[in-house]
């Protein structure tokens, strides 16, 4: 009775202290600027379905999309696992399902073996961190924090995991021994070569097992709640990202709205442009200026560096890193939330993404060729974000570098990007090839 | 000389063109790229296809300063050419720029233009479907080694992959693709508005490391099918001295060196 209801308290704290975590995310991500993205529904399940259920881009790179998409089933179909358990855990029951009978040696002895799957691609990844020390892996954004964050999910998975396979060896050995409350239930295809490592002694079996038992539930609620703070939250925004993700060509820049209104008034002495908002800036200067699509990509990342390493101005060594764009702006909407949370809504501490967390090297390296957003598994679009510091550079600040400053001006006075007479633009017909 | 009719020698006429041929700023200025919209032209005229450009009346798109973060310039130019279009009442646009291909194919409809926008070697490709391009009589390509390069505007932009190497398999040549091709293409490095810039520093220019990726097919014959790609792959393959092995051509002009055109 006591461990059902320290279970229940468990699980109880686990579900609200996520919640919590979950609102300041949510809050964080509205900070950013509507957008509505809700046109072509069909076309955006069947994107959610194929990109982020599906895993399509993952193989892309077939090394690591085949181990992904390896850890990924396990982790799905393991949460099987976990409804038993906290069923179990709540009333007292011990393998509760096991009433499916044959079924249910099915479950377990599948469970089993995309454990043991899991394992194997946990330690892929591992040893390409650790050991193989991947180029991707690497870059100025990949500071101790992400390093870290990283290996401390794959080692959470081996716990997990392994608590998991020695909870079934313990619990067999136990039905085989026909102690009481271990109905006879399940297939053991893996964790029966655990079997001559456990001790004999019925008591010290059953520690084992309510140990790893517990030690695997526990482990999945604090995993849960370590979620939010880490890169590995993608494993739930890959889902709304993908759905919201754009849908347009890749090559197709949104028109700004504000804009055309003063455009055209330009045009048209006659057109009279709806009054616009004191507060708005052309372009973005801050996590605010973005659109909360852009806000969620950057909690979606999680630092794989596909983006980066097919970007041709990573690749010749310039400073940029669509990653780090993504993980930039990530960071700074949880310091702007840090802020909230201290000072109130109003607080304003002076820091702005372009400039303390992005330099203009950075985005004015980028040849907009949409590598990163192919790339990327999940659908992010770091250029969306480049772009819109570059519209504040330029109609905000003006401070651009003169050739481009030169540019423009020959496209306002000629007509093309360079300095050519408008007269001249036909010549070509009238020239001997 | 080609006669090159333009819209308003047209309208005058009391004609219609079935196409408007977008020059392009590189086309029309760019010696090098001159070459190819004269090619281009000489297509057209081969096939008896009713086309003509819009001559002195045409204006930048207002691509790169679009890519540049100046949408003010963008939407004026977008506007202005948008007036001038809809004013000849343009159906159908084709272009030798990727550039001016995307920004008036996915940028021009949202503010009043909408056309049916191909990149021209999607023409050739269905010039060539409809038996228009017979490919005989010219320069052969046969053996030839040729790799294409994807320009991003025209391939991941906007997913045309298929037309330029069609176009190209007619040639019976020798095709090689190189190792980063299609959706994984590696851009040329001047998009983005970086045509008109000096490069941020680093290792090496894009361009550099996209004739790697060329050296190691070795290729005879470098495929573009965009202006500013052409200034970088050429200016790559003059800085590893190999003029006289690699030539850099775009396909209308192996299109119409095939076809005895040019």
């Not at chain 1, 990844?125 to 794959?154: C, H, N």
């Not at chain 2, 590696?186 to 894009?206: I, N, R, S, T, Y």
């Not at chain 2, 097919?217 to 050429?234: H, L, N, Q, Y």
Request: proline content about 4%.
């Amino acid at each position: 009775m006591l461990a059902q209801i320290i279970f229940i308290l468990a699980l109880i704290t686990a579900i609200i202290a996520f919640t919590i975590s979950i609102k300041k995310i949510i809050r964080n991500i509205n900070l950013g600027k509507d957008i509505d993205r809700t046109d072509h529904q069909p076309e955006r399940w069947k994107n959610m379905l194929k990109v982020a259920l599906g895993q399509s881009k993952m193989t892309a790179r077939p090394v690591a999309g085949i181990m992904h998409i390896l850890v990924y089933v396990g982790f799905i179909i393991i949460n099987i696992e976990v409804l038993e358990i906290i069923i179990d855990g709540i009333f007292g029951t011990h393998r509760v399902f096991s009433f499916l009978g044959s079924f249910y040696n099915f479950l377990i002895a599948s469970f089993e073996i995309l454990a043991l799957l899991v394992l194997l691609g946990v330690f892929v990844f591992l040893a390409r961190r650790l050991v193989l020390q991947l180029k991707r892996f690497k870059g100025i954004e990949m500071t101790a924090w992400p390093k870290s964050d990283a290996i401390y999910i794959l080692v959470i998975e081996v716990l997990l995991m392994s608590a998991f396979l020695t909870m079934n060896a313990a619990d067999y050995k136990l039905q085989q021994a026909g102690v009481h409350h271990y109905t006879l239930a399940g297939s053991f295809p893996v964790s029966q070569f655990i079997l001559p490592l456990l001790p004999t002694d019925i008591n010290s079996l059953i520690l084992i097992e309510r140990f790893c038992w517990w030690f695997h539930i526990l482990g999945i609620l604090a995993f849960l709640n370590y979620l939010p703070f880490s890169k590995h939250f993608h494993i739930i925004l890959a889902f709304p990202n993908t759905w919201y993700a754009k849908l347009a060509p890749k090559g197709e820049f949104n028109n700004m709205e504000t804009v055309s209104h003063e455009v055209k008034a330009m045009l048209n002495p006659s057109y009279t442009p709806p009054a616009i908002d004191a507060n708005n800036k052309f372009g973005a200067k801050d996590v605010q200026d973005l659109n909360w699509v852009q806000l969620m990509n950057a909690y979606t990342c999680t630092e794989c560096g596909r983006c980066t390493s097919s970007c041709p101005a990573n690749i010749t060594g310039k400073l940029l890193s669509p990653r780090k764009i993504m993980m930039d702006t990530r960071d700074r909407m949880e310091e702007i939330g840090r802020n909230i949370d201290k000072h109130g809504k109003d607080y304003n501490d002076g820091k702005s993404l372009l400039d303390d967390y992005i330099s203009r090297e950075e985005i004015w390296a980028c040849t907009t060729c949409n590598a990163c957003v192919e790339a990327c598994p999940v659908n992010i679009d770091p250029l969306s974000i480049i772009l819109d510091l570059r519209r504040f550079a330029v109609m905000e600040e003006s401070n651009v570098t003169g050739s481009l400053n030169a540019m423009f001006s020959n496209i306002e006075n000629n007509g093309a990007p360079w300095k050519y007479s408008p007269a001249d633009r036909f010549n070509w017909a009238n020239k001997e090839d | 000389m080609i006669q090159v009719p333009t819209m308003a020698d047209m309208i005058a006429a009391g004609e219609e063109p079935e196409v408007l041929f977008w020059v392009g700023c590189a086309g029309s200025y760019d010696e090098r790229a001159q070459r190819v919209t004269q090619a281009f032209a000489k297509i057209l005229t081969h096939c008896n296809i009713k086309f003509a450009v819009l001559g002195t009346e045409e204006n930048c798109t207002g691509d790169p300063a679009k890519r540049a973060g100046n949408e003010f310039l963008f939407q004026m130019q977008a506007m202005m050419n948008i007036e001038v279009l809809n004013g000849y009442n343009i159906k159908k646009i084709v272009t030798a720029c990727p550039h001016c291909f995307n920004t008036i194919k996915n940028e021009y409809p949202n503010l009043g233009g909408h056309y049916d926008v191909i990149h021209h070697t999607q023409l050739i490709q269905e010039l060539i479907d409809a038996g228009k391009l017979k490919a005989e009589n010219g320069e052969s390509f046969k053996g030839k080694k040729i790799t294409y390069h994807d320009p991003c505007y025209l391939g991941r932009a906007n997913g045309v992959y298929e037309a330029p190497r069609k176009v190209l398999e007619v040639l019976d040549a020798d095709l090689v693709e190189m190792k980063r091709c299609k959706q994984n293409g590696l851009c040329c490095g001047a998009g983005g508005a970086q045509m008109f810039k000096e490069p941020e520093k680093g290792k090496k220019d894009v361009n550099i490391e996209r004739m790697d990726d060329v050296l190691e097919t070795k290729a005879e014959v470098v495929a573009v099918g965009c202006p500013f790609c052409m200034t970088m792959m050429k200016d790559g393959v003059k800085h590893f001295e190999k003029e006289q092995e690699i030539e850099v051509l775009d396909i209308a002009e192996i299109t119409a060196r095939n076809n005895n055109l040019i």
